[in-house]
Antibody, heavy 117, light 107 residues
Framework: EVQLLESGGGLGQPGGSLRLSCAASGFTFSSYAMSWVRQAPGKGLEWVSSISASGGNTYYADSVKGRFTISRDNSKNTLFLQMNSLRAEDTAVYYC??????????WGQGTLVTVSS | SYELTQPPSVSVSPGQTASISCSGDKLGDKYASWYQQKPGQSPVLVIYQDTKRPSGIPERFSGSNSGNTATLTISGTQGMDEADYYCQAWDSTTNYVFGTGTKVTVL
C-alpha cells in the first residue's frame, strides 16, 4: 500500500524558515518524480514544486521560486521542501503527491504551515 | 501564465447528470486530470489523461477534452459525490496548473 506521510509543518515567523518532509513507502520511490501541492485555508489547490526521479531536475511555481527548495533522498525514501523567507501567503496545507499519468494518483494527508508573528 | 477556469458551483438533483467545465487556451492539446476533494480530506484523482478512470473510481465518472474545454461528467449523481472538484493540466512553461475549483451540491 502506497503511503505518503508529511511532517514538519507548524508555526513559522514571517521571514523565517521551515523544512517539510514526506516519508514514502509502498512503491519504488526512486522511480517517480515527486511534487508538493498546497491549499490555503478555504482556497483551491496550487502546485508548488516538483523534482525528477533522480533529483537532477527541479521545478517551481513563480510564487515560491528563489525562496523554496525541493530535494529528495532516494536512499531514505524521503522528499523535502525547504521553505525560506516565509510570507503570510505561504500559510496552507502542504501535500506530498506523485503520479504516473500526468496526474497525481497518490496524496499524503497534508501538513499545515501557518506563517504569523 | 497558464490559467484554467471552472464555474464556482454546480447544483444537481440526485440521479441526474452533473457536468463541470474547465476552460483554458488550447487545453485540448494537453492532458487533463480531475480531482475530487471532500471537506477535511486530501484530493482524490477521478480522471486522468482526459478520459481514464483510476482503479476504484465508479463508472459514473467520465471525462472529455477538446478545443479549449475539458469536461467532467457525473452520471446518476449520488449524495456521496457532493464535493469540490478541480481540473488540472500540465503545461511546458508553467508545469502543473490547477483549475479554480467547482463546488458540486447534490440537492
Amino acid at each position: 500500500e502506497v503511503q505518503l506521510l508529511e511532517s514538519g509543518g507548524g508555526l513559522g515567523q514571517p521571514g523565517g524558515s521551515l523544512r517539510l518532509s514526506c516519508a514514502a513507502s509502498g512503491f519504488t520511490f526512486s522511480s517517480y518524480a515527486m511534487s508538493w501541492v498546497r491549499q490555503a485555508p478555504g482556497k483551491g489547490l496550487e502546485w508548488v514544486s516538483s523534482i525528477s526521479a533522480s533529483g537532477g531536475n527541479t521545478y517551481y511555481a513563480d510564487s515560491v521560486k528563489g525562496r523554496f527548495t525541493i530535494s529528495r533522498d532516494n536512499s531514505k525514501n524521503t522528499l523535502f521542501l525547504q521553505m525560506n523567507s516565509l510570507r503570510a501567503e505561504d500559510t496552507a496545507v502542504y501535500y506530498c503527491t506523485f503520479g504516473g499519468g500526468m496526474g497525481f494518483d497518490y496524496w499524503g494527508q497534508g501538513t499545515l504551515v501557518t506563517v504569523s508573528s | 501564465s497558464y490559467e484554467l477556469t471552472q464555474p464556482p458551483s454546480v447544483s444537481v438533483s440526485p440521479g441526474q447528470t452533473a457536468s463541470i467545465s474547465c476552460s483554458g487556451d488550447k487545453l485540448g492539446d494537453k492532458y487533463a486530470s480531475w480531482y475530487q476533494q471532500k471537506p477535511g480530506q486530501s484530493p482524490v484523482l477521478v480522471i486522468y489523461q482526459d478520459t481514464k478512470r483510476p482503479s476504484g473510481i465508479p463508472e459514473r465518472f467520465s471525462g472529455s477534452n477538446s478545443g479549449n474545454t475539458a469536461t467532467l461528467t457525473i452520471s446518476g449523481t449520488q449524495g456521496m459525490d457532493e464535493a469540490d472538484y478541480y481540473c488540472q493540466a500540465w503545461d511546458s512553461t508553467t508545469n502543473y496548473v490547477f483549475g479554480t475549483g467547482t463546488k458540486v451540491t447534490v440537492l
